[in-house]
């Protein structure tokens, strides 16, 4: 993870989006991986999760998204958004 955040930090980007299974929960490892994504990339960097639905044709479910919103936005972070891809 950390060369991968060196990689990305050393771009200086003005966004960072991150694909993942909305199926899947937001574990303490996603969790610390997008605190230290910030820390590398500084507060006015948007970070962007994208939630991607469990089949191609469907809909990230209303409880899903709901589930990476709560744990998410517990990092209190202004430039991090929760949205999911349709």
Request: with cysteine.
């Amino acid at each position: 993870d950390r060369a991968l955040l060196d990689q990305v930090a050393s771009h200086k980007p003005d966004a960072v989006a991150l694909v993942v299974r909305s199926w899947e929960p937001p574990l303490l490892d996603v969790v610390d991986f997008v605190h230290d994504l910030r820390e590398h990339t500084g507060p006015r960097c948007m970070i962007l999760i994208m939630l991607l639905p469990m089949e191609s044709s469907g809909s990230v479910q209303a409880r899903h998204l709901e589930t990476w919103e709560s744990q998410l936005y517990q990092l209190n972070d202004a430039a991090l958004y929760v949205e999911a891809l349709q």
